[in-house]
Nanobody, 118 residues
Framework: QVQLVESGGGLVQPGGSLRLSCAASGFTFAIGWFRQAPGKEREGVSCISGTGYTVYADSVKGRFTISRDNAKNTVYLQMNSLKPEDTAVYYC???????????????WGQGTQVTVSS
């Protein structure tokens, strides 16, 4: 079991940027970022494999960038050109394979709130 801690959320104006971090207690093969807005189902945002292969949801392509520092067991989600519809609680999760399907992930962080509003 891996412990995950997200950080970096906050309030930002539309068009602004935030960088989320997901610190893991050990090495993980795949890390996914998911988000859940009020009244909506949780959805996949992006994921990255241990070798750096990445996947993005269509809604964030070109705006978000996922990366990882294996020496620090940390995965980052750089979010640019943020929109009000990006407002959600963002979670990172660890699993054995890269996928945007949340049920494939075994361990989850506690989440960090991202609010995009003027």
């Amino acid at each position: 079991q891996v412990q995950l801690v997200e950080s970096g959320g906050g309030l930002v104006q539309p068009g602004g940027s935030l960088r989320l971090s997901c610190a893991a207690s050990g090495f993980t093969f795949a890390i996914g970022w998911f988000r859940q807005a009020p009244g909506k189902e949780r959805e996949g945002v992006s994921c990255i494999s241990g070798t750096g292969y990445t996947v993005y949801a269509d809604s964030v392509k070109g705006r978000f960038t996922i990366s990882r520092d294996n020496a620090k067991n940390t995965v980052y989600l750089q979010m640019n050109s943020l929109k009000p519809e990006d407002t959600a609680v963002y979670y990172c999760a660890a699993g054995p394979r890269i996928t945007m399907t949340e049920y494939a992930y075994n361990d989850w962080g506690q989440g960090t709130q991202v609010t995009v509003s003027s």
